[in-house]
Nanobody, 128 residues
Framework: QPRLEESGGGVVQPGGSLTLSCQAS????????YGWFRQTPGKDREGVAC???????AYGDSVVGRFNISRDKDSNVVSLVMNSLDAEDDGVYYC??????????????????????WGQGTQVTVSS
């Protein structure tokens, strides 16, 4: 059964850092691209960081230079290191996977229904 499980969310002070992890199981990890998507109340879900099977990466404009996405093909984990967090980064972060046929830029722009698998999400709260 395909599954994505996120972890690592929590409460962090402005300027702080968090690392999110996405554990993939039940499908061939190497053949998929991945994205981290953020949902904030009142806003559309946005792609913040995406990676394809060749480890090419793409980032949303608001996180460039602060976030880094990576994948470990041995452990089937996709990670998101988030630095210099501020209140604009608040939200539920979802991991998603799609069969690897396109660029990470396209993955980050995909509507929800075009991605094959989704995790349940993990909450990130930036607060002093």
């Amino acid at each position: 059964q395909p599954r994505l499980e996120e972890s690592g969310g929590g409460v962090v002070q402005p300027g702080g850092s968090l690392t999110l992890s996405c554990q993939a199981s039940g499908f061939t990890h190497d053949k998929y691209g991945y994205g981290w998507f953020r949902q904030t109340p009142g806003k559309d879900r946005e792609g913040v960081a995406c990676i394809d099977s060749a480890d090419r990466k793409a980032y949303g404009d608001s996180v460039v230079g602060r976030f880094n996405i990576s994948r470990d093909k041995d452990s089937n984990v996709v990670s998101l290191v988030m630095n210099s967090l501020d209140a604009e980064d608040d939200g539920v972060y979802y991991c998603a996977a799609v069969v690897d046929w396109t660029t990470p830029e396209v993955i980050c722009e995909m509507p929800e229904y075009e991605l094959d698998y989704w995790g349940q999400g993990t909450q990130v709260t930036v607060s002093s």
